[in-house]
Structure formats: C-alpha cells, structure tokens
C-alpha cells in the first residue's frame, strides 16, 4: 500500500530564518506530488506540482522554492521567510495523468508559525 | 482568476436532513471533479471523483451530480450525522494539459447539529 511521510508536524521559526519541509511518498512509482498552502479558514492554494525528476513548476509567485531530487521525494524550502509564509503546508500525491484513479493523497501536514 | 468556486462558506444542517454543496468551475474541458472531506488540522481524505462524461455517482450515503452546461457539482450527503460534520472541499483536475494539475475550492463547512 502507498503512503505518504510529512515532517514536521509543527514548527516554528523566526523571519528571515530559512525552511525546509520534506515528503515522500512509499509504495507508488513516478507519482504526481504536489504542495499546497491554506491559510486559516481558507482553501487549499496550489504553490508546486511536479511531474518528474526535477520537473517543477510554480502557480504563483513567493517566497517559496521546491526541489524533487528522488522521484518520491518532495522538498519545500525557502532562504528567508516571512510571517506572510505562516499557514498549514500540505504534500499530496495522486497517479500519474494517464491513469483513470487521479485522487490525491495528502501527508499530515505541517503547521508553520513564523514570529 | 478562480478557477474553481465553492460558494457557502457553511452549512448548518439537522440530524436525518440532506445537505447540499455546490461547486462551480471555470471553462476548463474534459475537466474532472473530486470532492474530499477535511476535518481540523488534518489534511484531506479523498470522497468521491465524477468525470465530465458522468451525471451521477453514488458512495454509501454520497452522491455527487455533475452539469456541464452549468459547470457545477453537486454533492449531498444523505440520512446526515453529526459525525458528518466537517470542511467539504470541490477539486478540479484539468485533464486537458499535459499536467495534473489539482485546484481546490475554499470549502463548505458542515455542521449536523442533533
């Protein structure tokens, strides 16, 4: 069976420090991963999605980078945070596209308090 | 612009009722949608996937419509519970790029009051 590890669960960090959340995902090859962000009471904003090996690509514009070194292995990662960069960090996975079951599957998540 | 639209924000129900959500999407085709229950600090769990060529699906006491004409989901939940309660998020996965792109809508709270 596929799961996904999601660490750390919590965090705190003073701005301008610098951040890295990692995910990975066993039991499933050449999955979509995904990281998204929600602000309290909010929805799920879409920041990174890979497709491949160093496949990245950004939906908006931040202070955000992502890496995927391994093929189920997701980084999130920034050099100076800010507080606006608070929230609820979530990875998922869901199969590749050219598969009919395309549902996501979402780590713990990692709530991020910048102070 | 918003992909993607859930348009309550809450929804206060009683016990034994059918709650509606509703979702509505922008002009992307084939477009297919997913629904998913998130309750507090936890992520999503996967409900229920309806594809564009589909008009109806059903899970246990779930059932999700899809109207492309209207570009709208609607997903009830019937004989609701308590344990019912929870954040009902819309998912939108355009199938019409070469990526598998996944936009969420805001979420519907639901609350199944006794």
């Known amino acids: 069976s596929q799961t996904i590890h999601q660490w750390p669960a919590t965090l705190v960090q003073p701005v301008g420090s610098p951040l890295s959340l990692e995910c990975t995902v066993e039991?499933?090859?050449?999955?979509?991963l995904y990281w998204y962000r929600q602000a309290a009471g909010r929805g799920l904003q879409l920041l990174f999605y890979?497709?491949?090996?160093?496949?990245i690509s950004s939906e908006v514009p931040q202070n955000l980078s992502a890496s995927r070194p391994q093929d189920r292995q997701f980084i999130l990662s920034s050099k100076k945070l800010l507080l606006s960069d608070s929230g609820f960090y979530l990875c998922?996975?869901?199969?590749?596209?050219?598969?009919?079951?395309?549902?996501?599957?979402f780590g713990q998540g990692t709530r991020l308090t910048v102070v | 612009s918003q992909k993607i639209e859930q348009n309550s924000e809450a929804l206060n129900i009683q016990e034994g009722k059918t709650a509606t959500l509703t979702c509505n999407y922008t002009?992307?085709?084939?477009?297919?949608l997913q629904w998913y229950r998130q309750d507090p600090g936890r992520g999503p769990v996967f409900l229920l996937l309806?594809?564009?060529?589909?008009k109806e699906k059903r899970k246990e006491r779930l059932k999700v419509t899809f109207d492309t004409t209207l570009k709208q989901s609607l997903f009830h939940i019937t004989a609701s519970q308590p344990a019912d309660s929870a954040t009902y998020l819309c998912?939108?996965?355009?199938?019409?790029?070469?990526?598998?792109?996944?936009?969420f809508g805001r979420g519907t709270q639901l609350t199944v009051w006794p």
């Open positions: 998922a996975w869901s199969r590749n596209r050219g598969t009919q079951n395309t549902e996501a599957f």
């Open positions: 039991g499933t090859s050449n999955p979509n």
């Open positions: 890979s497709v491949g090996i160093g496949q």
């Open positions: 002009n992307y085709s084939p477009a297919y």
């Open positions: 309806i594809r564009e060529n589909e």
């Open positions: 998912a939108l996965e355009d199938r019409g790029s070469t990526l598998g792109r996944l936009y």
